[in-house]
């Protein structure tokens, strides 16, 4: 732990800085609201571009979102707030923390992830 400590100290400034500032960003990635939110309630079981390709649920030909495969209803955004709001009993959890704005917009990223726009 001394070595480590005494080697980090000789390091010049101009040098320990911009690395400091590298490290402390590594990783942190920007999304917009709408990817964010995904990402956050259904990235983990249909993937982060929607197809359903994750452990879990590699398989199930419901879990990918950007098919036209819709499971009930056609698809409008009436029925996917529903579906994400109430779940799908042994398939998808319920989302009713979510608010009405936070629903339309991972709405409008599935709409997104479909390429049908936002």
């Not at 101009?14 to 999304?31: M, V």
């Not at 529903?82 to 936070?102: H, K, T, W, Y």
Request: net charge negative.
């Amino acid at each position: 732990m001394s070595i480590r400590r005494s080697r980090f100290r000789s390091l010049p400034v101009a040098l320990a800085a911009p690395l400091l500032a590298a490290l402390s960003f590594a990783g942190c990635e920007h999304y917009s609201p709408e990817e964010a939110l995904y990402r956050k309630h259904c990235a983990d079981c249909h993937g982060i571009d929607g197809s359903g390709n994750t452990p879990r649920y590699m398989g199930n030909q419901w879990a990918n979102i950007v098919d036209s495969n819709w499971r009930s209803g056609s698809g409008d955004d009436y029925t996917l707030e529903g579906v994400i709001r109430e779940g799908v009993f042994g398939e998808m959890p319920a989302n009713s923390q979510l608010s009405d704005e936070e629903m339309k917009q991972i709405v409008a990223w599935v709409r997104h992830l479909r390429g049908e726009g936002m």
